[in-house]
């Protein structure tokens, strides 16, 4: 009963490790997920098929297949205000209304979210 504990963790460490792509891929937000779910599952014994697997998690990551625009994605809805001046919602941290342009002057300083000039 004494080597039921480390083959347990054993066991979760291998899988781990046999999982690795498919992990890196998830937390990547990999494109393709289940497509590499699937070749680390039934090639990844293989170790041309791991290192495959892996490649791939590595290289192909989405951009914005969402359709969000770059600007809004590190904004929550948490984070933003009505702009004082034309009353558009926008980031508390932002020095300029990217609206208007008018100046916001609450909210912490010093934090770009983001680049914007407007057009005159
Ligand atoms: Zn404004």
New binding site residues.
Partial sequence: MEYVLPAILFLIFVAAVYFLPWIIAYYRRHSNLLALFLLNLFLGWTILGWIAALVWAAMKVPKLELGVPLTNLPTQEAERMP?P????S?SVAAKK?R??S?EVNSGPSGVEQWQFRPKK
Avoid at 85 to 88: L, M, P, R
């Fill in positions: 702009c001046s034309c009353g558009e926008i209304c609206f208007c008018g």
